[in-house]
């Protein structure tokens, strides 16, 4: 179930950040803070078994250091 889980997070993150209609107007560090919170939510997802606040916490945390990194 978990695999699942993780699997469907994945394509739906993924589907999401490739739909986005106003990529092409985003500087690179608001590239980077989207593909970090990403990440980060992809993360704590797997690390807090798919509870929604290790899923939250993941994301922001993942989209803060995307924006620094970013600069």
């Known amino acids: 179930m978990k695999r699942i889980?993780?699997?469907a997070l994945t394509a739906s993150t993924?589907?999401?950040l490739s739909g986005c209609?106003?990529?092409d107007n985003m500087s690179?560090?608001?590239k980077a803070a989207v593909g970090g919170a990403a990440v980060?939510?992809?993360i704590g997802a797997a690390a807090s078994d798919g509870h929604l606040l290790g899923t939250?916490?993941?994301a922001a945390?993942?989209?803060v250091i995307?924006?620094?990194l970013g600069k």
């Open 14 to 16: 993924l589907s999401l």
């Open 21 to 23: 209609a106003t990529w």
């Open 5 to 7: 889980f993780l699997l």
């Open 28 to 30: 690179s560090r608001e």
């Open 61 to 63: 945390i993942g989209g």
């Open 66 to 68: 995307g924006d620094q």
């Open 56 to 58: 939250v916490g993941g």
């Open 40 to 42: 980060g939510g992809v």
